[in-house]
């Protein structure tokens, strides 16, 4: 009787013991599924920039560029959504992708256009990981339209990164019949600057000189 009493016993102890194996330990168990979850999909920002300025056409230098002469965005991206991560306008569909400028091995120099009654081209620079280091608008801020107004501006980026921007003016006064040539004023005004090779833009203010 003992012997038998003493098997069920034994029987019963095992049978326990198996049941604590079978239980999941709460701590252990829980790390382990959660270390078996993917983590949720990241795009980097260095992964948008690449998309990014993707929409920038290469450019070679010296660079002239004839601002009268962008009429049209056609052939130009637009800088829109996710763009504004790297360029804020304000102005998310008027913005638009111009260019980007050669040697890219220190930092990212690109060109685009900021909408004005003739469109206004800016220089950004980024580090290689799409970090905004320096940004200037190009433009002398000189054309526009008006009684006996003319203007023709050029912005120039030379090998060595030096910018000169020029606007040759033409203005005179105007009443009820028409310009008054006799007023006729011929000018230009200027600003002349540097793309660092830290990628930091240096650029005067604008100046302007009175012509013969």
């Known amino acids: 009787m003992n012997k038998t009493l003493t098997l069920i016993y034994f029987l019963l102890f095992v049978g326990a013991l198996s049941c604590e ?69 304000g102005y998310p569909n008027e913005t638009w992708a111009y260019g980007m400028l050669p040697d890219t091995s220190g930092n990212i120099q690109l060109v685009w256009l900021a909408p004005a009654e003739i469109y206004d081209p800016v220089l950004t620079t980024f580090t290689k990981g799409g970090l905004k280091i320096s940004e200037q608008h190009l433009g002398v801020g000189g054309c526009g339209s008006d009684c006996c107004f003319t203007c023709d501006e050029y912005i120039y980026i030379k090998k060595d990164r030096s910018i000169y921007s020029v606007d040759s003016i033409k203005s005179c006064t105007c009443d009820e019949s028409g310009p008054k040539k006799s007023t006729m004023k011929k000018y230009i005004r200027w600003k002349a600057g540097k793309i660092g090779e830290d990628g930091k833009i240096s650029l005067s203010g604008v100046q302007e000189k009175k012509l013969k």
């Open 21 to 89: 194996e079978d239980k999941p330990n709460n701590k252990h168990h829980g790390k382990t599924i959660s270390n078996n979850k993917k983590p949720p999909q990241d795009v980097s920002r260095k992964a948008l920039f690449e998309r990014f300025i993707k929409k920038f056409k290469p450019l070679t230098l010296p660079l002239a560029i004839k601002t009268l002469d962008i009429q049209s965005t056609t052939g130009y991206r637009p800088i829109a959504g996710k763009d504004s991560i790297f360029i804020n306008s």
